[in-house]
């Protein structure tokens, strides 16, 4: 299981660990991912996400997982979440 947000694909970062003497050392920021079940209003189910604190502070922003994934981009959408966007946007349409 990598280490990406489904909805952001934001990923690891690296950087250096520096000592009070200026030695520098390699090191990796984490992105502080959770598993969240998501509701669909459109869909009527919840789906469950392995998506970044940062990410759903940005759904609850934009008015829910509907709305967040209208406007997003696919190539920053998982596999899944390109699936989820796509089933929204079908159900819509068929609806509208």
Known sequence: ??????????G????????HANNKTRRRFLPNLNVVSLQSETL???FK?????H????VDHRGGLDAFLAKAK???????ALKIKKDIAKAASATA
């Open 1 to 10: 299981m990598s280490r990406v947000c489904e909805l952001t694909g934001k």
């Open 12 to 19: 690891p970062m690296s950087g250096n660990n520096v000592s």
């Open 44 to 46: 009527g189910r919840t």
């Open 49 to 53: 996400l392995r998506i970044s604190a």
């Open 55 to 58: 990410a759903l502070r940005s």
């Open 74 to 80: 696919d190539d920053e959408l998982s596999a899944g």
